[in-house]
């Protein structure tokens, strides 16, 4: 039976038969074959016969006529070796198995002499395979890149600390890595250290500062009363306050220049990607302590050996580690060779969720002049056990056929199928690999 479905996604073929089974007799109720009874029936004919002509053989004998008793005897002898055969005959075919059946053929996938392979309909429904007609299409071809998955330099920023000291965590501690952070929200706490010959500066400097502190407290008190009275100017004790709120405030710059925390922020919005801090811990001055990236802005950074003309590519995509594509936008490329080859930047307009900062990934730029051919996915095309490039095609409902094919690269997710195959033909383009290990 063949039912033939014929739908919007795509048409396939069912293919099935359908075997009545015999049903099988109950114990009781055998009988025997027609023959058996048959054979019974003669090989007691011939005992009769034997037994008859036994008896003529010994009424002749008594008559003296020994030419009839010997007749007799000879047609006697004969009938017993009858009954004897069809005996031996009759315990022979009873006895006899019945023929067994022949085994059907079986429905298991499996690689065929002339190199093609057989699956039946259920095999291709638990392997998913699907399969697509060939198209021609015009389209410009690829060159492939090898590039790194890079933070957006305008919205990543990295946390250094400018003195050095010991790390002090803050009221929720140290961030940690993963965490979302906010522009200006605080890190941690560095409390500088500081030699003792600057300590000893520094305590001097704050002794002097308060020596005049205090012989300026000491003439305003005096001064106080008289400006009251009237007898000194009111400015004089006016000029002599401002003099000791700027002492104490050069006592409080001096006292905290180097002696206070330095506080270390967030400078943009993001997660933090490193965080190479721990309680205590002594670092030195532009140690790289936080890195925070935004994960929603994201670029490519490609090394390009050969001149592909980037000034205005057709279009950039690259691979996902679950096989989504990914669309790019060109950012530049540079002037400067690094490691004999140019760097080229892209953009990810929208990053997919599971993307990371330092993941390769292969870039496909489409330039040059367009060529024409069947487009396929780049699933369709898998290597042969002879490391050529194959496609499968769908013959029959149950028969696919290797084909060596040679392919030009379109896109992440995409091939031209410049020589191998003919246009309309039926390509496997899901469950490719899977129908390539069947052996």
Not at 258 to 266: K, M, S
Not at 346 to 358: D, M, Q, R, S
């Amino acid at each position: 039976m063949i039912f033939s479905i014929n739908a919007s996604r795509g048409n396939d073929l069912l293919v099935d038969s359908f075997i009545p089974r015999a049903e099988a007799r109950p114990a009781e109720q055998k009988h025997e074959p027609g023959w058996l009874l048959s054979t019974r029936a003669a090989i007691a004919a011939s005992v009769l016969a034997a037994l008859g002509f036994g008896g003529l053989f010994a009424y002749w004998k008594r008559r003296g006529r020994f030419m009839a008793a010997s007749m007799s005897a000879v047609l006697a002898g004969a009938f017993v070796i009858l009954a004897s055969v069809m005996f031996g005959e009759g315990r022979t075919s009873a006895t006899q198995p019945n023929p067994p059946d022949v085994p059907a053929l079986s429905d298991a996938p499996r690689r065929l002499q002339d190199g093609t392979v057989f699956a039946a309909k259920p095999t291709q429904r638990l392997l998913e395979v699907r399969t697509a007609a060939a198209e021609p299409q015009t389209i410009h071809p690829a060159v492939t890149l090898i590039g790194r998955v890079m933070a957006d330099p305008n919205r990543s920023s990295i946390v250094q600390s400018i003195y050095g000291g010991r790390v002090v965590p803050g009221d929720d501690g140290i961030p940690r890595i993963g965490q979302t952070v906010r522009k200006g929200d605080l890190l941690i706490r560095i409390e500088p250290h500081l030699p003792i010959a600057d300590r000893t500066t520094i305590l001097e400097k704050v002794g002097e500062i308060e020596q005049l502190m205090a012989i300026t407290d000491n003439k305003l008190r005096r001064l106080r009363p008289l400006a009251e009275r009237g007898a000194v100017p009111q400015g004089q004790v006016n000029d002599l306050e401002s003099e000791l709120e700027g002492l104490r405030a050069r006592r409080e710059t001096v006292r905290n220049s180097r002696t206070g925390f330095e506080e270390l922020r967030a400078s943009t919005d993001g997660i933090i990607t490193a965080a190479k801090v721990a309680p205590g811990q002594v670092i030195q001055p532009q140690d790289v302590l936080f890195q925070i990236a935004d994960p929603s802005s994201l670029w490519v950074e490609a090394l390009a050996y050969d001149e592909i003309g980037l000034k205005q590519p057709e279009a950039a995509t690259a691979m996902a580690p679950n096989g989504q594509q990914i669309a790019l936008s060109l950012v530049g490329t540079s002037r400067a060779l690094r490691q004999h080859a140019s760097v080229v930047q892209f953009a990810i307009p929208e990053p997919p969720a599971g993307l990371n900062i330092g993941q390769p990934l292969n870039v496909m730029v489409q330039t040059g002049a367009p060529v024409s051919g069947l487009v396929v996915p780049r699933n369709a095309v898998v290597r042969s056990g002879n490391g050529e490039n194959i496609v499968w095609l769908h013959t029959e409902p149950e028969r696919f056929e290797p084909r060596p094919v040679r392919v030009v690269q379109v896109d992440a997710a995409r091939v031209i199928v410049a020589a191998g195959i003919s246009e309309g033909e039926d390509v496997v383009v899901r469950g490719t690999d899977l129908i390539n290990q069947i052996r």
